[in-house]
């Protein structure tokens, strides 16, 4: 048992050049002149690899080269700890060890985060994780829970700035999806740290658009008829219409039932993104669009109309209305907000109906009721 020896050392694989012009680097184990090789899940081009030291050209400190060394580390760590303990040292306990499907392997981790999580969080909030997911495969087709740390969350923000161009909104949005999977693998113990504990998100201020009396008028008064697809057009400018008037999101709207109107005065409902309750009283215009819609035999109030199509269509209607906004669903939930806010309804009062829980998050609303600000500076005599 005592003369067991081993050696651990990365190959750059010639044999196995890409069409890119990169090759993989291997881990050659050598247990008793019985060699195996192992994927690192990294590349290099033939002129920026040194073969006597087995590394990447340049610093031996670099990001690539402690992620090599990390790796290497850990196998001979694992070897060395099994030949103390008396066990017998072979090519299938390294194979064993090392095998893709271990805890270690990050996008294994991953669709384990996400399948277990999906059951609680709403489509929009799915799409965020698949996006981040797609980006990371770009980004690096192999990754390793051990390998992720604050060097590899710096590469992996310049490389969204840098190959795609995402601004500071969308890479805060990617950055917050990883920190959450990361976090659930310190939570149970996977990972000794957080390597986003080194790492500042930067989220910018989201500016808050809504429509003004005059566009929601626009909007409301447009005719469909003389329009291709505008039966489609008609059902998506009423659904939007109804969030305008309830504050409703998308999701909320689609799931609307005949079982969450009580007494035809008020909606209430399990909101689909916070699972909080939310009861909010229905407005002259909203139950004329009910009206419009209950009479159906469905369950459900509105027909079943994708999120993608419904934004789409926005897009048309706010064409032809001549509206220069970027009108999406969810305007409709922020010129709900900011019209109560311009008519100086208490925060607390907006607050309830939209379903917040922090206040924060209705003044948002109210910090950006500006038109109503200046209204306001203009009638004081004092500064005018």
Known sequence: MSNQNFSVKAILRKDKKRIDGTCPINYRVTINSNVLKLSSGEYCEENKWNPKEGAFKGSKSSYENSLLDNEMSRIKDYLREQRSIGNYLDIELVKSFYSTNDKDDFYEYYDKFCEKKFTELSEGTQYHYEILLKRLKQFKKEIKLSQINLSFIEKFDSFLSTKFNTGNSGRWSRHKNLKAVLGNALKNNIIKKNPYDGFKLIQEETKIDYLNPIELM???????????????????????????????????????????????????????????????????????????????GNESIFPNRCNVTVNRDLKTIASLCKIKKKVHFHMGRHTFASTMANSDVNSFKIMKLLGHKDIKMTQRYVDNSVEDLSKMLKSIKTFN
Do not use: H, W
């Open 218 to 296: 626009l909007i409301e008064k447009i005719i469909f008829s003389n329009f291709p697809k505008g039966e489609g057009l008609n059902i998506t400018r009423d659904m939007f219409l109804f969030s305008c008037y309830t504050g409703l999101r998308y999701s909320d709207v689609i799931g609307l039932s005949k079982n969450d109107i009580l007494d035809s005065e008020t909606i209430s409902m399990r909101m689909q993104k916070t699972k909080n309750m939310v009861k909010v009283p229905i407005t002259n215009k909203a139950k004329l669009i009910l009206k419009k819609y209950s009479s159906s």
